[in-house]
């Protein structure tokens, strides 16, 4: 069960998320490109802020050159390339409430916006996007200030902030939303995001996977999401806890690296229900690193930074990560290849050289039939590769000079020719930069370059004409790049014979599966990531994501220079003693710096929790635990892991703890700290995130509201037992054991007399018994959330026997809330420390 939509955040990383929004149409009046300093709405002299640059004319000559839009319709492009994205959100189809939230959007907002639009002169005001199934994705018109405008407007940013926040909806480029959709993700299978963070794409594969989940059961698959940046993985974590799954696991490699994770034949089986032997994946997601030149709209700081080299630096490490996809691939498995680039080098060139790589292991997916309503372009077959101002059409002619910049991969033949005699004429080390958009990369030279005359165009030998290309214009969206790879039969090995200009890097030579035994490199292909990451910008795929994470009460230690090597654990003490003022350096397996996995087994505690919620035997508690922490006896979180998870978990222990992981599984149980808490007889309460998962199998400690009963607790946070609307609820709530309970929304009034059955549109809520009332134990805005939702639901309440004023002065609230430790910071964001 997942996406129940009720992770609570904490009021400090909310704050953070809020504030790290920016307005990406406007850049500080510092900065000394900035055209001029009026600002653009009353043309005053603004201190602050000036609006972008939207001209390059590298960009220009570069696509204009490319011809990925024909001549006609440049104007239309670059037009529409300089006006700002529209809002898009994608409902969150796991969610317990995705069927209100999109009644909501349908009927309410359709029908209120539209007036409001009448007004403003535009013919649409919210529509779903036609091509995303079952009306879950949506366009709106409004700009952020428009929404702001007034009342109407108010109440839907307001509800789009909410749901936002809540996990029942997740802004999205509309664009962005691509790839997952041609993935065929179903929810049995094993999925790798390679290139995952902030983790909007991640989140979609999470839904799916989920899609048809029952009430307390878990689906077969899961996903591993990675990301090499660890700011970012921290930005995947916050982002895909919005979902409350415990079938991911988020790593930290770098992706032309993930590790193989392959038992060593030797390696004796030890339990007979070991799944598998090496961690090989149905469908891999490659949405690599990349310049970024369809975000410009959102983005448009671009315009200024663009040039070609970003697309040709990234072109190797774009060709390495995709090959290592592949090799994870399980034979029939299929790949998205996708980029948020329109440039070809970064595009159809690295499909195009992951295909020849492969030698028909691999194939391009014709999905001409699918999705019909999304408007696409097909691939290109032919193209230019551009450096320093001139423009190649085959590698034949490159000079020796730029061999280790521009590679026979970026051209359509792929074709490497010998070092050339280089041509005195085209000195490129003298480029001359004339300045046009400040990067020597783009120096626009007036000379024709005589090299390009005397050859002929390369056209590609592969149907290349099957990837797709959404340009801006097409349907008012970003640009974006999709290739769907079928791995047919397992990757050949490749010739031991040198090429000249290749060097053989193989990835990991213990754990290589058979498929990826010879993973040939170009020398310049091994350049580091950090040199990568200067060559092009990482640009966020959705603007609203804060770009710095409060990560709360725990700091990570990272090492200066820590790489993905084997570091030895028996370094650490002395280490940890090299970081003064910061807690001991953690360690999982032989990752430094990484708070450990451990299987959490201890009889006693789990017992105890067992016996206190009268869970059921048939709930799987065997192996399903984890912590991440080594001491059994200051464990304060405990997690929850599906089957799939558990079992990827155990592979990985039994190679040695080859992947690095930031986070895994869902909260379930938390260690009461107060002081009343430590008094209860069960010292874990169960976290708001784990419930939904866990409530069909508690038989003890849960009780069962009346609605006008279960709104009180909501709107009052602490009641008093005498208090409650149904006396006999009050009375029952009385009788249950001090500490954590539950409390489900019945339907009649009496619901305390009912028997209740759990299915997946059961609401339920954690809340504390002490000694003279009911305490909620849910964050503030998972309350408003719960509020609204029940209004739509249940309509406005009727013919309540105590009224609320009356209820309000009995409330207990502080002293209550105060007593079991819990506040809004209750969930923590990152799941780090044990
Ligand atoms: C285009 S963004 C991914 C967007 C993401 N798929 C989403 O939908 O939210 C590319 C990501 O690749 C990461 N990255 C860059 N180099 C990488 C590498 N060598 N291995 C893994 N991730 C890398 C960046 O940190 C960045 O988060």
Redesign the pocket.
């Known amino acids: 069960m997942g996406g129940r939509g009720r992770g609570g955040r904490s009021r400090t990383q909310r704050k953070h998320f809020r504030q790290s929004r920016e307005n990406v149409w406007k850049r500080p009046k510092s900065d000394p490109s900035s055209e001029n300093n009026k600002d653009e709405n009353n043309g005053s002299e603004n201190p602050t802020w000036t609006p972008f640059a939207t001209q390059n004319e590298a960009f220009d000559q570069f696509y204009k050159e490319q011809q990925i839009v024909t001549s006609e319709e440049w104007d239309a492009f670059v037009q529409v390339l300089r006006t700002p994205l529209p809002a898009t959100f994608r409902i969150n189809s796991s969610s317990q409430f995705s069927a209100d939230i999109r009644w909501q959007l349908e009927t309410d907002f359709m029908k209120s916006l539209k007036a409001e639009v009448a007004e403003g002169g535009e013919s649409e005001a919210i529509r779903p996007l036609p091509w995303y199934p079952e009306n879950l994705a949506w366009h709106s018109n409004f700009s952020r200030m428009q929404l702001r405008k007034n009342q109407t407007l108010e109440r839907f940013h307001e509800f789009l902030k909410l749901e936002n926040e809540i996990g029942n909806i997740t802004r999205q480029e509309a664009v ?1 939303m691509v790839p997952p959709l041609f993935l065929d993700v179903h929810p049995d299978h094993f999925v790798l ?10 989140f979609q594969l999470l839904e799916i996977i989920h899609q048809s989940s029952k009430a307390g059961s878990l689906p077969n698959g899961m996903v591993i999401a ?4 660890v700011q ?1 993985c921290n930005l ?1 974590i916050h ?1 895909t806890k919005r979902m409350c799954t415990a079938n991911l696991i988020v790593t930290n ?4 690296q993930f590790p193989g994770c392959r038992l060593s034949k030797n390696h004796e089986i030890m339990e007979s229900d070991q799944r598998f032997s090496q961690l090989l994946f149905d469908r891999v ?1 490659c ?4 310049s ?1 030149d369809g975000t410009l709209r959102k983005a448009p700081d671009l315009w200024r930074k663009w040039n070609t080299g970003m697309g040709n630096g990234l072109h190797s ?1 774009q060709v390495l ?1 995709a090959m290592r996809g592949v090799a994870l691939l399980k034979v029939g498995g299929r790949m998205v290849y996708s ?2 680039s329109m440039n070809p080098i970064e595009d159809e060139a690295v499909v195009a050289e992951i295909l020849r790589r492969c030698c028909g292991s691999v194939e391009l997916v014709d999905v001409s039939s699918e999705l019909p309503e999304l408007i696409r372009r097909p691939g290109l077959k032919r193209w230019k590769v551009r450096d320093r101002g001139m423009w190649w059409v085959s590698y034949k002619n490159v000079p020796k000079s730029r061999r280790s910049v521009v590679l026979p991969s970026m051209f359509p033949s792929g074709r490497s020719y010998p070092n050339p005699v280089d041509n005195p004429n085209v000195d490129m080390e003298d480029d001359v930069n004339d300045g046009t958009n400040g990067n020597s990369e783009d120096s626009v030279q007036a000379l024709e370059n005589p090299v390009t005359c005397e050859l002929t165009e390369e056209v590609s030998e592969f149907p290349l004409e099957r990837c797709m290309r959404i340009v801006p214009h097409d349907q008012n969206t970003g640009a974006f790049f999709i290739a769907i790879l079928q791995k047919v039969s397992p990757l050949p090995a490749i010739p031991e014979k040198p090429i000249k200009g290749i060097i053989k890097q193989p990835v990991e030579p213990d754990n290589q599966g058979i498929e990826d035994a010879k993973v040939l490199q170009v020398d310049s292909l091994a350049r580091t ?1 950090e040199e ?2 200067e060559a092009g910008s ?5 603007d609203d994501e804060p770009k710095t994470v409060d990560l709360g009460a725990t700091p990570r230690v990272t090492c200066e220079g820590d790489s993905e090597e084997t570091q030895e654990p028996s370094n650490t003490k002395d280490i940890s003693k090299m970081v003064p003022g910061k807690r001991k350096l953690q360690i999982q397996g032989k990752w430094r710096g990484v708070d450990p996995v451990v299987f959490f087994k201890d009889e006693v505690i789990i017992n105890s929790i067992k016996a206190f919620y009268g869970i059921d035997e048939s709930f799987p508690f065997n192996g399903h635990l984890v912590t991440r922490n080594n001491d059994a006896r200051h464990v304060k979180r405990i997690y929850y892991v599906s089957k799939s998870v558990k079992d990827v978990l155990e592979l990985n222990f039994s190679v040695g703890q080859q992947l690095k992981i930031t986070s895994i599984g869902i909260k379930m149980f938390e260690r009461q700290t107060s002081r009343e808490g430590s008094t209860a007889p069960c010292s874990f309460r169960i976290s708001s995130e784990g419930l939904p998962l866990i409530l069909p199998y508690i038989s003890k400690q849960i009780l069962c509201a009346s609605p006008v009963d279960f709104k009180h607790l909501l709107q009052y946070k602490a009641i008093k037992f005498v208090d409650f609307v149904d006396a006999e609820f009050g009375e029952k709530a009385a009788n249950l054991l001090p500490g954590c309970c539950v409390v489900v929304l019945g339907k009649g009034n009496k619901a305390a007399s009912e028997s209740f059955q759990v299915d997946e549109s059961t609401i339920a809520i954690g809340c504390w018994k002490g000694r003279t009332s009911l305490t909620i134990m849910v964050t503030a805005m998972d309350c408003q959330e719960l509020l609204e939702r029940l209004k739509i639901r249940l309509g406005e309440e009727k013919g309540s026997s105590k009224g609320d004023d009356e209820l309000a002065n009995s409330v207990v609230g502080e002293e209550a809330q105060q007593s079991n430790g819990i506040n809004d910071e209750e969930v923590q964001p990152l799941d780090t420390s044990g």
Request: glycine share 4%; with cysteine; charged share 25%.
């Open positions: 962005s995001d390679m290139c995952a963070a902030p983790g909007s794409k991640t990675n990301d090499l940046d970012r995947l982002q490699h770098e992706a032309q997601l949405d690599v690193p990349c970024g490490l990560i980029t948020c990531s990568t990451s990482e640009v966020d795929e959705n």
